[in-house]
């Protein structure tokens, strides 16, 4: 990381210089954005949004604490290269479980009532991510973004024990008036913001507050959920399980520590006319059919620490915002469960929601930073909608295919084989937004087939050229709000230095047209990346752009050079033309465009409906 270009610092460099107005920790009555609920989706929103110091916003939760215990634990690689942007990465992979592996358990053949070990496959066989597949506490992810909100220039915290009553969208400067109550001593009060972000969950007030319904249906199958330690002689206790007996199909999670695990027990069909009546299932009656499922193996609960029951049910939400003829441009968006609701098994809820966050959260800050029109918000709904349609239906398939007995699949592989053909999608790498007006076309994607355009940039290894240091390009994109574009040069950088004149001199370059005060490279974080080693890079040869002014001190950025390694390259990792691209990156790590050096008009373009000059 980088620090010291403030001057000389001692503490925790982590800590970023507070900016902005000041703020009391009480909630106030008029904000710019209030984000409702503090789960993942809305923690996340927050933790990106207080990287806009100028943008005030609050988020709240009914709960008058912290969560304590998190019912979501599945942390999927793409989560976590978005937390590797957030600066917590290393840390929350230091404390969580580690899914290398995945054992399938069926019926033994001649004994039919007991189960066998029949397959482990690799839990990223293909290598889609350097970052692991985690289990956590869904608690820990929540403490770690609010660890980053507080560091953050705006000092941002959660106001806890407040509950949405509902809201109205109106007129004026702050034209959502939101009813609250605080929970502690019952007082009823109206906040006004301009934007509302609904992260309140399935049964979310303000999905309903601007019309909205989920619409689908349930798969009328039950299963209890348990976290429990315990003493057992099934001897995959610690690696993830798939098991399917004749009594029914358990899928099993080791977690955190080394000793919890939870477990998802099937309880069977449920009957249309059940109204709710399996939910009452005692944890008594789930353990017993885990011993059940488990036979010849026995599980002894020692500790119960959490546990639930519910009907799996697939249900997307006919509208992610308050978008009407009466409200041109939204004012209200939802996210997370307030949106799509699907079962917990293919371990996508908190990831897609994160993910959710991430992308209303940096377009907020564009539009009331001023940088971008308010035509910006239209394109959360439209990128977001998609991507909940194409996880509700690989969940239904997954979700169907552990409660089938093999003997009713076409293969008795099928399950393993679906689960490794398909893991990509799991891992959340599948995401791909549509040509629009913040991702380009694919015409000139040949030029880099490694990055494709909507999709997430996929981090390789590289040489930093000033210090010789091997590092990962993709990591040094923190979630700062910054656009990132990476020049990959040509052959004889020619190219690249006739882009680097154009970007730095020319008027009408984006760097001129939306320069943001302060550092040189506040609003683009510029990086050039040569096809040949570091000792072959002449630093005093490369344009200057390449090494912006930062701080007080106007003192040279140097870790903006990189070159390829001596034992791999990224040119050819990436598939990068000869002839050099430049590939535009999202604030939320998805690739907008790739383009050649020299179609300066294109690059423009990329930039034009998007940010105000």
């Known amino acids: 990381m ?6 000389y610092v001692s503490t925790n460099p982590r800590v970023l210089p507070a900016a902005g107005p000041e703020r009391s920790e009480a909630l106030p009555d008029h904000m710019d954005v209030l984000i409702v609920g503090a789960g993942p989706a809305g923690m996340i929103a927050a933790a990106q949004l207080s990287m806009f110091p100028n943008v005030h916003t609050r988020i709240i939760d009914r709960r008058p604490h912290r969560l304590e215990i ?18 917590f990465a290393q840390e929350i992979t230091n404390e969580a479980f580690r899914i290398t592996e995945m054992a399938f358990w069926k019926q033994k053949p001649d004994s039919p009532g007991e189960i066998h070990r029949t397959a482990r496959t690799l839990d990223d066989e293909h290598g889609v991510s350097e970052f692991p597949h985690l289990i956590v506490n869904q608690a820990r992810v929540l403490d ?7 560091r953050s220039p705006s000092r941002m915290k959660p106001n806890f024990g407040y509950e949405f009553l509902g809201l109205e969208v109106g007129d004026g400067e702050y034209p959502v008036a939101v009813q609250l109550c605080d929970v502690q001593t019952g007082e009823k009060r109206t906040v006004y913001s301009k934007y509302v972000v609904g992260c309140d969950g399935a049964r979310s007030g303000v999905r309903k507050a601007i019309g909205g319904r989920l619409e689908g249906k349930s798969a009328n199958h039950a299963w209890g959920v348990m976290d429990v330690i315990a003493e057992t002689d099934f001897p995959d206790i610690r690696l993830k399980c798939a098991i399917n007996s004749k009594y029914g199909s358990i899928l099993h999670i080791p977690r955190e520590g080394g000793y919890l695990f939870r477990m998802y027990v099937d309880l069977g069909e ?16 789930i353990i017993d059919q885990a011993n059940n499922i488990l036979s010849p193996y026995t599980l ?15 249900r997307l939400a006919n509208k992610f915002d308050n978008l ?10 939802i996210t997370g469960d307030a949106c799509h609701t699907h079962s917990a098994k293919a371990g996508q809820g908190m990831n897609v929601s994160m993910q959710d966050g991430f992308n ?11 940088r971008s029109p308010e035509t910006l918000l239209r394109t959360y709904a439209e990128e977001r909608k998609e991507i909940a349609k194409n996880l509700i239906d690989f969940d239904r398939e997954w979700s169907t295919l552990m409660a089938t007995p093999t003997e009713e699949l076409e293969n008795p592989n099928y399950l393993e084989d679906y689960y490794v053909q398909t893991a990509e999608f799991p891992a959340g790498f599948m995401t791909e937004y549509q040509p629009s007006i913040l991702t380009g076309g694919k015409e000139h994607q040949d030029l880099a087939k490694g990055y494709p355009v909507g999709k997430r940039f996929k981090s390789a290894e590289v040489c930093r050229v000033a210090d010789a240091n091997p590092v990962h390009l993709g990591h040094h994109a923190t979630a700062d709000g910054r656009y990132r574009i990476y020049v990959f040069a040509d052959l004889d950088g020619a190219r690249a230095v006739e882009w680097a004149e154009w970007f730095a001199h020319d008027p009408d370059s984006p760097q001129n047209r939306y320069m943001l005060p302060g550092d040189e490279d506040a609003m683009f974080d510029v990086k050039i990346i040569y096809p040949k080693l570091h000792t072959d890079v002449d630093l005093n040869q490369v344009p200057s752009i390449f090494f912006p002014k930062c701080g007080p001190f106007r003192v040279s950025n140097y870790e903006k050079v990189y070159s390829v ?46 940010l105000k000059g």
């Not at 980088?2 to 001057?7: A, D, L």
């Not at 998190?70 to 600066?87: C, L, M, N, P, W």
């Not at 770690?144 to 507080?150: K, L, N, T, V």
């Not at 040119?571 to 050099?580: A, P, T």
Request: charge should be negative.
């Open 270 to 285: 449920v009957s249309e006319d059940d109204n709710g009546q399996v939910r009452s299932t005692t944890i008594e009656q």
């Open 2 to 7: 980088q620090f010291h270009h403030h001057g």
């Open 300 to 314: 002894d609960v020692r500790e119960v620490c959490w546990h639930s029951v519910y009907e799996v049910g697939h």
């Open 565 to 610: 390694l001596p034992e791999s390259s990224i040119f050819e990792e990436r598939e990068i033309s000869e002839q050099g691209a430049v590939v535009v990156v999202r604030p939320d790590q998805y690739v907008a465009a790739v383009l050649p050096l020299e179609d300066t008009v294109g690059f423009q373009k990329v930039f034009e409906p998007v």
């Open 324 to 333: 009407s003829d009466e409200c041109p441009e939204p004012r209200v968006f």
């Open 70 to 87: 998190g019912q979501a634990d599945g942390i999927q690689a793409r989560s976590v290269e978005t937390f590797q942007a957030f600066g």
């Open 360 to 370: 209303i959260a940096w377009k907020l800050g564009y539009v009331l930073d001023g």
């Open 144 to 150: 770690y973004f609010s660890e980053f909100m507080g």
